[in-house]
């Protein structure tokens, strides 16, 4: 098992995210979001089942809680050698998750306007990717992000920002 | 919501391109994944 971070903030914020965690595998920073780009991921938590040939046999990222019993009973077949059925071919939207990437890059040399020129640019493309909404949010409010995540304020923002649905 | 000619949520073989660093600043290949079963789990501090 590995874990991987969806985190354009990169290690600051994410170690202390795990610490009094007893996390055990590896845990990998994705700044610009290269794994949910390639999985069709839209939002964390989120993961998939790989096959040993490297084949994804699974992916998700409305159900990939240890709590949901879809996802229990699918981890069991599967750490047991079992087949899952096949999912349906997931739509993704690449360019949205190109655009962000090169939103990160900017970010990365501190190049914080640029960053948010395209991170928004991207969030246009696919208004219900929360990975990059929420990495606009956490750019612009970090104390609505660390410590403690405020999602009363992001519903508010959802608001104001006209989108049509619920928040995540 | 659109498709990209060359992105695939199930396009084998593009994960194994990927390497990542890890907290410390190690790489990591994902093809190291190859041989066995995986679980690859997504998170974010926020």
Redesign the interface.
């Known amino acids: 098992m590995i874990a991987v971070a969806q985190d354009a903030q990169g290690a600051p914020r994410v170690a202390p995210a795990l610490t009094g965690t007893k996390v055990e595998f590896p845990v990998l920073l994705d700044e610009d979001s290269a794994v949910a780009r390639v999985l069709g991921f839209r939002i964390v938590p989120a993961g998939a089942l790989l096959d040993a040939d490297g084949s994804v046999a699974y992916a998700s990222d409305d159900d990939f809680d240890i709590g949901d019993p879809r996802l229990r009973a699918r981890l069991e077949t599967f750490m047991s050698g079992g087949r899952l059925e096949p999912q349906p071919e997931r739509p993704v939207t690449g360019r949205a998750l190109e655009l962000f990437a090169q939103g990160v890059s900017a970010h990365s040399e501190g190049d914080e306007p640029r960053a948010l020129v395209l991170w928004r640019e991207a969030l246009a493309h696919d208004p219900d990717n929360f990975l990059i909404r929420s990495q606009i949010w956490a750019a612009q409010h970090p104390d609505r992000f660390w410590p403690v995540v405020d999602r009363d304020w992001q519903q508010h923002q959802l608001i104001k920002e006209g989108y049509d649905g619920p928040l995540p | ?4 000619a ?11 391109q ?1 390497s ?4 410390n ?1 190690a790489p ?1 290949e ?2 190291a ?14």
């Open positions: 919501m659109t498709r990209d060359d992105s695939s949520a199930n396009g084998l073989g593009a994960l194994d990927l990542l660093n890890d907290l600043g990591f994902l093809r994944l190859r041989g066995c079963r995986a679980v690859v789990f997504c998170f974010a501090s926020w």
